[in-house]
């Protein structure tokens, strides 16, 4: 036997084997065609998004922080009689409340909800949420139904539920009436920041 051909037969033996001998679990749509040098990297063993055992579970009988405990009446009239603001008004809540607004509402609803958002008029013009219709809502403790409006939305404004966490709609409805402040500010307001 020469040379030349001894070589032939083990480089042939050497390369039909390589697929069983690295790995007999890669299937054969991959391996045909390839000689796979380090299969581990090209079969992670990371877990996909959503696979399954890929997922964690909360802890058993734990609620998560920005969970609702209740659910949302379906009209506007039962959580205007139904539903409070269950949030402090702190400075980082209103602080967050207007990330929010300016993520999701300013495009349409303008800087102070004055219904002039950059989209207007290309796409139909709202009304003001410095209205008295809205003051009054908050007058009468009826933050839930623009807390009702985020949630299932009203007429052709949509519902932005899946967008924004119930606790971040409660900060939007809390920074709203930071708004009508901020728009008609009260004579101790302005006296606050008098001289400064
Ligand atoms: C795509 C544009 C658009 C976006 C974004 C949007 N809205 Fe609206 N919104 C409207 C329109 C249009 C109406 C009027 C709906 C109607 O005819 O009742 C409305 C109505 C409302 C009303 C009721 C006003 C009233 O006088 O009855 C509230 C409160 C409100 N929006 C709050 C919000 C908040 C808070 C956000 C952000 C989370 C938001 N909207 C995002 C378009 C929008």
């Not at 480089?11 to 790995?23: E, K, P, T």
């Not at 409660?170 to 307001?189: F, G, I």
Request: net charge positive.
């Amino acid at each position: 036997m020469n040379h030349k051909l001894a070589t032939l037969i083990v480089g042939a033996v050497f390369i039909s084997g390589c697929r069983f001998y690295l790995d007999p679990g890669i299937s054969m749509k991959h391996s045909e065609n390839n000689f796979i040098y380090m299969p581990d990297m090209v079969y992670s063993q990371a877990i996909k998004a959503q696979e399954e055992g890929g997922m964690r579970y909360p802890v058993k009988g734990t609620i998560p922080r920005e969970k609702l405990l209740y659910s949302i009446p379906e009209t506007q009239d039962e959580a205007a009689k139904t539903l409070k603001n269950p949030l402090k008004k702190t400075f980082a809540n209103l602080k967050r409340g207007q990330e929010v607004f300016n993520i999701y509402c300013i495009a349409c609803h303008g800087s102070y909800g004055e219904g002039n958002g950059g989209v207007v008029p290309k796409y139909p013009q709202p009304p003001s949420l410095q209205s008295d219709k809205i003051k009054g809502y908050f007058a009468k403790g009826e933050e839930g139904r623009v807390f009702h409006i985020i949630s299932k939305g009203q007429n052709i404004m949509p519902s932005y539920a899946t967008q924004i966490e119930p606790m971040d709609r409660w900060k939007v409805v809390m920074y709203l009436q930071a708004l009508h402040r901020a728009k008609n500010p009260t004579a101790e307001d302005i006296k606050a920041y008098e001289g400064n």
